[in-house]
């Protein structure tokens, strides 16, 4: 009689976590970050018909990485149970807190039930009335949940994005300010150490990004009820054109011609060949000497 097929508790979630991490890894990372007015949201995306970032309820917004389908059930689903709660209780019920604890419940269930975890990393963020107010919380695969204020990165290499975005993010940027830094942190260079191939590609790697090739969306607190809004077309590349302007330092311009001071007259040289003379040639205007007068 053969023995039955036996793996520790520890092996199978450990497998199940590499798995999920190696798959997303693979995918291109996004980032969410506030400005002074509302929360910004960029994701690599030139698909037009397949988006990263959707509307979930008034104020609040959801954004994902790793595999479409997965999310994109997630994020049905949580419009659903968005619409219910504002339904039953009342549209203030409805809040980013509540909807990123469910998220929560749910890939944690499916993550320990399930042979395989769900491939996604998720981003539920909320605007306020003002930025002290926003709330932006990122959840993974296994169902842990995060508060990340000021900004997050999540999908493909989170880690490596959020380090470089942490050196160019503060508080009170302006829209284009915003965009720039997200920009350059999704397209700076890999850390030193990521080594090659599909995971070290889908990093910031000096690729650049184009209004055709980005996804790009914005809470706006200035908004009354529906704050969410896409920025694409003829406005993002008004944004990506400021953002080429703005780049332009003192190094980078062109240097003004410097001023040209007159030739000075020089002297006779000590030693040197005597001048010749400035004066009438002796004689006639020809140079050809005359003979003196008779007496």
């Not at 709330?135 to 296994?142: A, P």
């Amino acid at each position: 009689m053969s023995m039955p097929f036996y793996m520790s508790p520890e092996q199978i979630m450990r497998d199940k976590s590499e798995y999920a991490r190696s798959r997303i890894a693979r995918g291109r990372s996004c980032v969410a970050l506030q400005y002074t007015g509302g929360i910004l949201m960029v994701a690599p995306n030139p698909s037009r018909a397949l988006h990263k970032i959707s509307e979930l309820y008034d104020r609040i917004a959801f954004a994902a990485g790793g595999r479409y389908n997965e999310y994109e059930a997630l994020r049905k689903a949580g419009i659903t149970y968005a619409d219910v709660t504002g339904y039953q209780f009342d549209r203030r019920d409805v809040t980013a807190r509540a909807l990123a604890n469910w998220y929560a419940q749910t890939l944690g269930t499916i993550y320990t039930e399930s042979p395989k975890p769900y491939e996604v990393e998720i981003v539920v963020a909320e605007v306020g009335d003002s930025p002290a107010e926003d709330q932006i919380y990122r959840i993974t695969f296994d169902g842990s949940v995060s508060d990340e204020p000021g900004f997050v990165a999540f999908g493909g290499q989170a880690d490596q994005v959020a380090a470089q975005l942490k050196e160019r993010f503060s508080d009170g940027l302006t829209l284009t300010e915003a965009l720039k830094a997200a920009l350059e942190a999704l397209t700076g260079p890999p850390a030193a150490g990521t080594g090659s191939g599909a995971a070290a590609s889908a990093s910031g790697n000096g690729e650049a990004l184009t209004a055709a090739s980005l996804e790009v969306a914005i809470l706006d607190r200035t908004r009354a009820h529906r704050t969410f809004r896409r920025l694409r077309g003829v406005r993002l590349e008004e944004l990506i054109a400021e953002i080429r302007e703005s780049g332009m330092t003192a190094a980078t311009a062109p240097d003004e011609p410097a001023a040209v001071e007159p030739p000075q007259p020089l002297g006779p040289v000590a030693g040197g060949p005597e001048e010749p003379p400035t004066g009438p040639p002796p004689g006639g205007s020809d140079g050809i000497p005359k003979p003196p007068p008779a007496k």
